[in-house]
């Protein structure tokens, strides 16, 4: 880089662009250099640190956060996009100080060793919960096939997304009589 | 050492019982907290100016206009940090940020911290670097070839880091009166761990200590206790000044376990500048911190009985090191020392060369040098079988080591449960009904065909030697009884996902009888935590749990004398039990833990025990023995189906059997869990991953560079290529582990590369005697095999290579005590504390140039 594009990446970076938007269910603003992707806002301006990232460039899936819903990789997506947005992080997952069914069936069946991957497994399992309740292990298999995971070999990860598809059904079921 | 290993599963508290791990809810709630997740109040960044030839002398540094840029804070050269460091103490060869010269593309040079990373990376574009290349030498065949100029002014000769030769009796008698010998040349390319997490670390200065400071640094390291000793010697510091925390790991494999450059080089900021610096490596550069897979060559001489008894065996190792030393010495032993823990080698050669090349440094990946000769000798066994007409699991049966019992290298086996693992994948499998015979597809077929290869291995549970020389324990337990009945568990192992902050929290409960909530462990911290020498050897269950089991055994003897008194009943019949002690022969009488804990400090005032753990003393005595001997090998065993296109070679697996004689399942689905993730790592280097090079057109520099720096490039399975694993867990407690625990974490990954090997060679007759078997491979030897050639893919050659005078040590049944006959005193041989070990690269002090 010349030392002129230097100042120029340096003006821009001080330049500082506001965004309003949904996180967690909470209506935040905030203000940020406008090169910012999701993942940085995310994670230094909102200090939202599990979000995770392996390479910020669209590869490993590490950093998958739900936009209005679905899974998209927070280190691709520009935060000046999501004006608006509705965003959900890992954090934003509990129902108060319960885990959630996909989370406790993490830590129940081993699908969480080093648990960097985690966040993103888990926010994309739910994205294909909450679209599939009953969701086959094939579908299962494809939803999550974005997020490297490097320490589990994914099968606990299935089984606790079925666990969890089970656990989930049946308290729609208790909510229903 | 440990409590018991007898016992049944229901007589234990929480041994062998499913539980949720003590580190789980934080790791899927986000709040587990990795090193690049932490910011300190003043934080500066840092990046790294990395070196774009691989291997040139550095003329000069010019660093004003990058000096003078937005937001920069300090420059750092070579000449800022000039001693040297590295893992071994026989190889210290790697300088923070290179001062002569460079020797790979990716070795750093310079270091910029900045305000933010953003104006940091400006930097770097500032700062020129007038470079004058050199040869490169790109594999270990060319480093044979060309000694000069050598990457290195140390090691055995020219490029060559390290030979080493031993011949364990009359090997080539054995061979002579063999009445077959088998000789095949194998290929396993290297690999890398790619922990999703990528290397970062911060480093801060507490000033309330005095005018220096106290250095704290946080990282991403599976031996915080090496990167203690690394920080203190390159940085000239006091080591009771320096504390190292080893952050929860994003996945290691040993891609953590040295200490790193960018360690170093943010602790000589912090320190310079007073503010806390952090460095978060790109993808592309935890690519170039690589110290992955060795790249093997491998030369396998194996002669056998007709009824396919091993009588003697010769094995030649090349390996392609790397730029550096890092762990490459033990890396090269390695490559020879586990082969004869798992069938009886009555004699046994080896021979092993490390070169230097101008890559990114390889070092320990998951199974440590040992994975490259499994997959050559199982592949071999399964030649012979077809050879010799046997069945490839009767064929092991017969010839398995016995339990306790020492081998030609005096390696010493405990338990042993290959047998029953190899049973268990043959039945569960139906190895022996359904594999389809290794022939060839008839012309003209098209229709995928199925086939099943079996494959065992071995792995250590922790390297019997410390990496540097000393007489301590390997690992320590140090614990807390407060009046509210928790008990604080300080231990320097360190959590890098495997589960040992669980397995430390059940060691103290089961014994003390509590709950694993009662228990707060607090690991990998060097000011406050007794040393544990780290995550890496598959040690830590094995070491720190028997540590902890002697500590809390220390602590139970406290509280129990106390309530013993109290209630007028001997200690022996008190149980522990349930967060309650119970007088064994009337359960009326019976103490809440908590009380009991009151009553004992009230005793004995406050309450605190150690443990701690050193293995066994190894009968390999010879000079190299060092590195093979463990407390007690585990033992796996898989059969793989795989079905494969008779036409393109392409191939899916379909399934995989896999039996591990774990001594003891201390939580059945993280040991599972371990299982699983090896075999996936495992069919990752078969079917995928490998670290390769290229060199760029002679316009573009020449230079020799990473073929794939990137994870989209770098193939690694994903969910969609993981197949059903059905895991068998073989327990047989093993009376040196805990509990009668055995290692997990690596040895399960060894079988997968072979026997995915030995499946295609039942499916459609041909052999890929290289990792990773890819379909091209296939399809290249389907082809050859249609053209009258040998239906195989692989090397035919072993270069010459001048070994050293083989070490002569006679096996145990030949009368051999474990030394060697031609050996030098070991009084001479030992590098003691302050000598001046053979790999200390020059301190090149900055008066030269700046
Ligand atoms: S960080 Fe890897 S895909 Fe976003
Ligand atoms: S749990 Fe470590 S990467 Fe998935």
């Known amino acids: 880089m010349t030392s002129a594009l230097a100042e120029g990446y340096t003006a821009t970076m001080n330049r500082h662009a506001t965004l309003s938007l949904k996180v967690n269910g909470d209506e935040r603003e905030v203000a940020f250099a406008p090169h910012k992707t999701l993942l940085e806002v995310l994670r230094e301006d909102l200090a939202l640190t599990g979000t995770k990232h392996g390479c910020e460039l669209g590869e490993c899936g590490a950093c998958a956060v739900l936009v209005d819903g679905r899974p998209v990789l927070s280190c691709l997506m520009l935060a000046l996009e999501c004006e608006g947005a509705d965003v959900r992080t890992i954090e934003g997952m509990q129902e108060g100080a319960q885990l959630h069914p996909l989370q406790a069936a993490f830590a129940d069946l081993g699908a969480a060793q080093c648990g960097y991957c985690t966040p993103a497994m888990l926010l994309t399992a739910k994205a294909l919960l909450d679209d599939k309740p009953s969701a086959t292990r094939d579908e299962i298999r494809a939803s999550l096939s974005g997020v490297l995971c490097r320490c589990t070999g994914y099968l606990q990860i299935f089984d606790a997304v079925e666990r969890a598809a089970r656990i989930l059904a049946a308290r729609d079921r208790e909510d229903h009589v | 050492m440990s409590d018991n290993p007898d016992k049944k599963v229901d007589e234990f508290n929480l041994v062998g019982k499913a539980r949720r791990r003590v580190d789980a809810r934080a790791k899927v709630t986000g709040q587990a907290r990795f090193a ?211 952050i929860a790991n994003g996945g290691g494999f040993g891609g953590k376990s040295d200490p790193f450059n960018h360690e170093i080089v943010v602790a000589k900021a912090a320190l310079m500048l007073g503010r806390p610096v952090k460095i978060c490596l790109t993808r592309e550069e935890v690519f170039y911190c690589h110290r992955g897979r060795h790249p093997v060559l491998m030369k396998l001489r194996t002669g056998v009985s007709l009824d396919g008894k091993i009588k003697g065996m010769e094995l030649q190792t090349l390996l392609d090191g790397g730029a550096y030393g890092s762990y490459g010495v033990a890396s090269t032993f390695y490559t020879g020392a586990l082969q004869t823990v798992t069938y009886k080698v009555p004699r046994y050669r080896f021979q092993g060369c490390r070169a230097f090349t101008n890559k990114p440094p390889c070092g320990p990946k998951r199974g440590h040098g040992t994975p490259q000769p499994r997959f050559g000798l199982e592949v071999q066994l399964d030649k012979i079988a077809t050879a010799l007409k046997l069945d490839p699991a009767d064929l092991r049966l017969q010839q398995l080591v016995e339990p306790r019992s020492l081998t030609a290298n005096y390696m010493s086996v405990e338990t042993i449960g290959l047998g029953e693992c190899i049973r268990r994948v043959v039945d569960g499998s139906g190895f022996r009904a359904r594999r389809s015979g290794g022939k060839l597809p008839t012309p003209g077929d098209i229709a995928p065909v199925r086939g099943l290869g079996l494959a065992c291995s071995s792995y250590l549970s922790g390297a019997g030697l410390p990496i540097y020389w ?372 020059p301190i090149i002090r900055p008066e030269v140039r700046r």
């Open chain 2, 36 to 246: 690049d997740d932490l910011v300190l109040p003043r934080m500066l960044h840092c990046k790294l100016l990395r070196s774009r030839l691989p291997h040139a002398k550095i003329k000069s540094v010019t660093t004003d206009k990058a000096r003078a840029a937005a937001g920069v804070r300090l420059i750092l050269t070579g000449y800022d940090t000039p001693v040297p460091y590295g893992i071994l103490p026989v190889s210290h060869d790697e300088h923070p940020l290179c001062t002569d010269k460079v020797r790979f593309v990716g070795d750093p040079i310079a270091a910029v911290i900045a305000d933010s990373e953003e104006e940091a990376t400006a930097a770097l574009d500032l700062i020129h670097v007038d470079l004058e290349p050199l040869t490169t030498i790109s594999d270990a065949e060319e480093a044979l070839r060309i000694p000069e100029p050598r990457i290195h002014d140390y090691g055995d000769e020219g490029n060559l880091h390290k030979k080493v030769a031993f011949d364990f009796g009359d090997v080539d008698e054995a061979l002579r009166n063999s009445e077959r010998v088998f000789e095949d040349v194998f290929f396993y390319e290297g690999n890398t761990h790619l922990a999703i997490e990528q290397h970062a670390t911060l480093a801060a200065i507490d000033d309330a200590a005095g005018p220096d400071g106290r250095l704290t640094v946080w990282s991403s390291t599976q031996t915080p206790h090496y990167l203690h000793r690394a920080l203190a010697k390159a940085l000239e510091l006091d080591p009771a000044r320096v504390r190292v925390v080893a």
């Open chain 2, 470 to 841: 000393n007489d301590l324990p390997q690992s320590g337990v140090q614990l807390q009884l407060d009046r509210s009945g928790r008990v604080t568990a300080f231990c320097g192992a360190t959590e890098i996902g495997q589960g040992s902050d669980d397995v430390l929290a059940l060691c103290v409960a089961e014994i003390l009888g509590i709950e694993i909530a009662d228990i707060k462990v607090l690991t990998g911290d060097t000011d406050l935590t007794p040393v544990d020498l780290g995550s890496y050897s598959s040690r830590v269950t094995l070491m720190m749990g028997n540590a902890a089991i002697e500590a809390a055994t220390r602590a139970r003897d406290l509280v129990a004398k106390a309530v013993s008194d109290k209630m007028g009943v001997p200690v022996e019949k008190l149980r522990f039990a349930e967060r309650r002690v119970t007088f064994i022969d009337d359960p009326a009488r019976v103490m809440s833990w908590q009380d009991a804990v009151i009553l004992a400090e009230a005793k004995h005032g406050t309450l605190g025990t150690t443990g701690s753990y050193k293995p066994p003393r190894s009968a390999a005595k010879y000079k190299g023995g060092g590195v093979g001997p463990t407390p007690t090998y585990s033992y796996s065993a898989a059969v793989v189906e795989v079905e494969v296109d008779p036409v393109t070679g392409w191939y899916d697996v379909i399934k995989v059997w896999i039996g591990h004689d774990i001594g003891r399942a201390l939580n059945p689905p993280l040991t599972e869990g371990q299982v699983i993730g090896s075999v996936y790592m495992g069919l990752g280097e078969a079917l995928m991953e490998e670290s390769t090079f290229r060199r760029l057109p002679p316009k573009l520099s020449g230079a020799l560079v990473h073929k794939f720096p990137s994870m989209l490039e770098y193939k690694s399975p994903s969910t969609m290529e993981m197949p059903p694993v059905e895991v068998f867990l073989v327990e047989d407690p093993d009376s040196r582990g805990p509990f009668g625990a055995k290692e997990v974490g690596q040895g399960p990954l060894l079988p997968m590369m072979p026997a995915i090997a030995n499946a295609i060679f039942d499916a459609v007759g041909v052999r890929v005697d290289e990792v990773p078997i890819t379909a091209e491979k296939i399809a290249r030897a389907l082809d050859a095999a249609t053209k009258g050639r040998p239906a195989r893919v692989g090397p035919t050659k072993f270069p010459a290579v001048a070994w050293p005078e083989a070490l002569k040590i006679a096996p145990p049944w030949e009368g051999g005590d474990g030394t060697a006959s031609n050996d030098r005193p070991k009084k001479e041989r030992m590098a003691r504390p302050g000598e001046v070990p053979i790999g200390d690269a």
